[in-house]
């Protein structure tokens, strides 16, 4: 007896598929932007003395660097279980 689960049931997975990589873009473009605006924030402030906006901005760097990385891991993440789905 083989009992095995229905990938194709659930309708509109391509879809799903297509707008969890485009929210994910989305996260990575702007976690870019972050980046680059942080760190001339960061460089600016640091170099007038102004110290307490410099670890603001040195904040918001690590925090940007840290939702690209997430979002990446999300991406390959979210492949390698749909290449297992596959494989079921």
Known sequence: MGIFPDFGAVGGGADLRDIVGALL????VFAVLMILICAVTWA????SGNYQSALRARA???VAVGAAALAGAGVAWMNFLIGVGQQL
């Open 25 to 28: 873009m989305y996260v990575l």
């Open 44 to 47: 600016i402030t640091s170099s």
């Open 60 to 62: 918001g760097v690590f």
